[in-house]
């Protein structure tokens, strides 16, 4: 497994590929994770600003189907 290439990985069909996945994220340690989704203070900003928003006003919200169907139709 340890002399494939990215190409030869990328020929494996979808769940082994998310297995794959999954086994190299999870060999990471909680440190290496934290630092690998760290988010920049704008980011954390921005977060915080909707997450406020939404509290605010609950109905604003967008079901994912919603979202998925506009983003279908906008491509």
Do not use: C, G, Y
């Amino acid at each position: 497994m340890a002399s494939r290439t990215l190409d030869d990985l990328l020929k494996l069909p979808p769940s082994e590929r998310a297995d794959l996945a999954l086994a190299l994220w999870e060999s990471l340690s909680d440190a290496d994770r934290a630092a690998e989704v760290a988010l920049s203070p704008e980011q954390e900003s921005e977060l915080d600003r909707r997450l406020a928003k939404h509290t605010a006003d609950p109905t604003s919200a967008v079901p994912w189907e919603e979202v998925r169907r506009r983003l279908k139709n906008d491509a």
